[in-house]
């Protein structure tokens, strides 16, 4: 049974720091390509970061470049979400999830996800 547990979700200011975390487990992590999303109140989940099996390729939307780097440790079968100069507009349900080979911005792409992390963000 795959499961992906988000963690380092909470209350961040603006222009702070938060990093997210996501362990994967019942998977063999660096099959998959990873990715982050978010969905804020109201809105449709949109895609945040994605990152290759071995983390040679990195994929960002411009609102977030920049700002947010993604990276993983395979060895420990985690993702990461780090996010620096954070906005109001940052906050969100963020949902790590595990993909196929080639990392993608497509939530259909990706197989299993995880149950988010929730990340306010005060001006």
């Known amino acids: 049974q795959v499961q992906l547990v988000e963690s380092g979700g909470g209350l961040g200011q603006a222009g702070g720091s938060l990093r997210l975390s996501c362990a994967a487990s019942g998977l063999t992590f660096s099959v998959n390509a990873m990715g982050w999303f978010r969905q804020a109140p109201g809105k449709e989940r949109e895609f945040v970061a994605a990152?290759?099996?071995?983390?040679?390729?990195?994929d960002y939307p411009d609102s977030v470049k920049g700002r947010f780097t993604i990276s993983r440790d395979n060895a420990k079968n985690t993702v990461y979400l780090q996010m620096n100069s954070l906005k109001p507009e940052d906050t969100a349900v963020y949902y790590c999830?595990?993909?196929?080979?080639?990392?993608?911005?497509?939530?259909?792409?990706?197989?299993?996800w995880g149950q988010g992390t929730q990340v306010t963000v005060s001006s």
């Open positions: 999830a595990a993909g196929r080979i080639y990392t993608s911005v497509v939530q259909n792409d990706y197989l299993y």
């Open positions: 990152i290759s099996r071995y983390g040679g390729t990195t």
